[in-house]
């Protein structure tokens, strides 16, 4: 179907900016045009509303009534540009604590009842007007130099102003959730006349083959970006099929018609548990009895209109997954959502990228309707509708990419979404408006969210679970990865190297090595450099896991603690030392108990115990243990700060710093007495020192002893 662009008086929407050009002043003229739109179009949203009570009372329990976010956007940009020290006073203290931060929408059981003092719509709207007249006078006398990079002020305001385009379709959802009598249709927010009203008229969707290839991400584009949309990420994407359409709401009324919201089967345990808190059994925004399939009605964002049923299915993730299992089991076809590298396929057949086009090409960047519209409306490529209409749910939850790090003016716009229960939807919908009308943009909301989102099923292999934890956030973990991985500090070398370039000079039989303690694996990937077989062993399972992942080439994401609750994240993986899997396929990580070793199928020629005697609760046990395992010939290394902990080792099983017969005995006489009989010492003892970052500003200096013995 060819479009015909019905211009019907939709509030004015601009392009978002490109970051380059030549002439800064024509840059400074651009910026206050868009931040002046974006401003006015969000103001015109509100005039949607009928009643005070639509201001005033939550759409949702789990969101802030619609006041909250009147005023939001504006404190925004005070917010921001007071802590980027961009200005140096605020205009109302106390609206801008109390807009400032949105409530993350929790999970769906959890009530939030704080009660706020919220201000006046008109005391509100003074106060708005105070803001755009600050920020208009901000972007004519602001330093412009181009590009604009993260640095420069113009950034603060294209934040406030992409900020802003996100709150323009959140509070778009959150209007369509109110009591629609407290709310009222504007023609200047027009829905889409064609709809079929009976489900036979709607065309039949189908499935089209989609070849696999390489998707690199990883925002190159030089418009605004969030902190997630940059570094980079390569996936490789099998062969997969995709539905030619969205699923319509004729498409989805047969899981609904099929039982599928009375059969737990379809449903993952998160998704049948938000089905019986909210008793769904139909899509939130159908209205009437689905027994009645004649009489539904569906609830766009100002009216309620006779069913639309090849409009696309707007349903939250656990819902789309349903279906997709139903699909499955009736076609005996690997139905699912597809994830965020086979959407970045899909949409490959779309030409160009806002801000480029000349004409959108699809129900996106408010360009045709405020309102969906027919899923056979926008021809694509071979498909309709991979950009705009509804978003696309994924199965993908959203994360971080190889080298991302977060912006310091809105360093939680991104992370706390990194939980692996966010998952990512793509392509835009009828009001995605500048960013999120980007090809590069990722968004993710919780799963049982609703947005004006419906989705797309594929026909593929590839699996993937909402379940994992993408960044590990467990402190123990990330200090010593950061610790044997991490930079180095205070010019002290690297430990775990340290002591495996000693221990390489000091064996002559590189056949098998054991690294107990081995922690995150530091060592026993360096050990591998030069050992045909290396053990590594630890007695955390956490540890073991780390090491294994990191054997697997795959890298492995951390968060340090800066200071108090602000963390910065970091990521290892093996190629960064110039390691490979030739080197993890040599080393055997293995969860166990340095007091409680099992027998050794051979010995070794090396034995690496770094930082582990006096973590031990039986180090003179262990030391009998492991000189059995041990060649004739063979090295052992002893590397420690012996601080006896009574924590970690009963007193009475401390090598040394005690007093015996009440004199003073330390750790290396005591070494010295328990070896000798089977070990001659190779060198004197000799000072190691490490260096374990606990905050930004907090490290632990610590001076390691390593003594040197050779199996008789
Ligand atoms: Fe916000």
Redesign the pocket.
């Known amino acids: 179907m060819t479009t015909q662009h019905p211009q019907r008086g939709l509030p004015a929407t601009t392009r978002t900016l490109l970051l380059t050009g030549n002439d800064p002043e024509q840059k400074r003229q651009q910026l206050l045009t868009y931040f002046r739109q974006t401003w006015e179009l969000y103001e015109s949203l509100f005039d949607c509303l009928a009643d005070e009570k639509a201001y005033y009372t939550k759409a949702i329990s789990l969101r802030h009534p619609l006041i909250f976010y009147f005023g ?2 504006a404190t ?1 940009y005070i917010n921001k540009l007071m802590a980027g020290q961009w200005i140096d006073s605020r205009l109302d203290p106390k609206i801008e604590a109390m807009m400032a ?2 409530v993350d929408e929790m999970s769906w059981d959890d009530l939030d009842n704080s009660h706020y003092n919220w201000p006046s719509v008109s005391e509100l709207r003074d106060y708005r007007g105070q803001v755009r007249t600050l920020v208009e006078q901000f972007i004519q006398t602001m330093p412009l130099t181009l590009p604009i990079d993260w640095e420069s002020p113009a950034w603060v305001i294209l934040m406030g102003i992409e ?1 802003e385009r ?2 323009l379709e959140t509070s778009s959802v959150l209007i369509r959730q109110l009591p629609v009598e407290w709310v009222k249709p504007q023609p200047h927010w027009p829905v889409c006349p064609q709809a079929r009203h009976s489900r036979q008229a709607v065309p039949e969707n189908s499935l089209v083959a989609v070849a696999g290839g390489q998707v690199i991400q990883g925002k190159t584009d030089q418009t605004y970006g969030w902190d997630n949309e940059y570094g980079r990420l390569v996936s490789e994407v099998q062969p997969f099929q995709a539905s030619k359409m969205l699923v319509s709401n004729a498409e989805f009324f047969q899981f609904v018609a099929a039982g599928g919201y009375q059969q737990q089967r379809w449903w993952d345990d998160e998704g049948w548990n938000w089905k019986t808190f909210a008793q769904a059994s139909m899509p939130t925004f159908w209205v009437g009895s689905a027994e009645q399939p004649e009489t539904l009605q569906l609830r766009l964002m100002t009216e309620e209109v006779a069913m639309p049923w090849d409009w696309p299915a707007e349903v939250n993730q656990l819902e789309a997954a349903a279906f997709c299992r139903w699909k499955a089991e009736e076609t005996g076809q690997s139905v699912q959502l597809p994830a965020e590298s086979e959407w970045m396929l899909l949409r490959e057949q779309v030409d160009g990228d806002h801000p480029n086009w000349e004409q959108e090409p699809g129900n996106i960047n408010l360009a045709y309707w405020a309102s969906s519209c027919p899923v056979d409306h926008f021809r694509q490529g071979d498909f309709f509708d991979l950009v705009g209409n509804a978003w696309q749910w994924t199965t993908t939850p959203i994360n971080g990419f190889e080298g991302f790090r977060v912006h310091p003016l809105y360093d939680d716009f991104s992370t706390p979404t990194f939980d692996g229960k966010h998952a990512l939807i793509k392509g835009g919908s009828w009001i995605s408006t500048g960013n999120e009308a980007l090809k590069s943009s990722r968004y993710a909301f919780r799963r049982h969210f609703f947005q004006h989102a419906g989705f797309r099923y594929v026909v593929s292999s590839h699996k993937e679970s909402m379940s994992q934890n993408p960044y590990e956030t467990d402190n123990m973990v990330s200090q010593y990865l950061d610790f044997q991985y991490g930079p180095e500090y205070f010019g002290v070398a690297n430990y775990a190297k340290t002591l495996a370039d000693i221990a390489v000079g000091l064996t002559e039989n590189h056949h098998r090595a054991l690294d107990i303690g081995c922690a995150t694996g530091r060592a026993s990937f360096e050990l591998a450099r030069h050992f045909e077989q290396v053990v590594g062993l630890d007695y955390s399972a956490r540890f073991i896991d780390v090491a294994l992942q990191l054997t697997s080439g795959e890298d492995f994401r951390y968060v340090t603690q800066e200071e108090g609750d602000l963390v910065e994240y970091r990521q290892v993986r093996l190629k960064d030392f110039d390691l490979d899997t030739t080197q993890a396929s040599r080393i055997h990580f293995v969860q166990g108990d340095a007091c409680n070793l099992k027998p050794q199928p051979e010995k070794y020629d090396l034995v690496l115990a770094a930082n582990l005697l006096d973590r031990l609760r039986q180090p003179e046990r262990f030391l009998r243990d492991i000189s059995t395992m041990i060649c004739s010939g063979g090295v052992l290394m002893l590397s420690s700060p012996y601080t006896w902990l009574e924590e970690f080792t009963p007193k009475e099983n401390w090598l040394g710093g005690i007093r015996e017969n009440g004199e003073a005995l330390t750790t290396y006489q005591a070494l010295q007495r328990m070896l000798s009989a089977e070990f001659e010492e190779i060198a004197p003892a000799q000072d190691i020192p490490f260096v374990i970052r606990e905050t930004a500003r907090k490290y632990q200096h610590t001076l390691a002893q390593l003594t040197l013995w050779r199996k008789r």
Do not use: L, R, W
């Open positions: 939001h956007t925004f931060i949105g900020h996100i709150h």
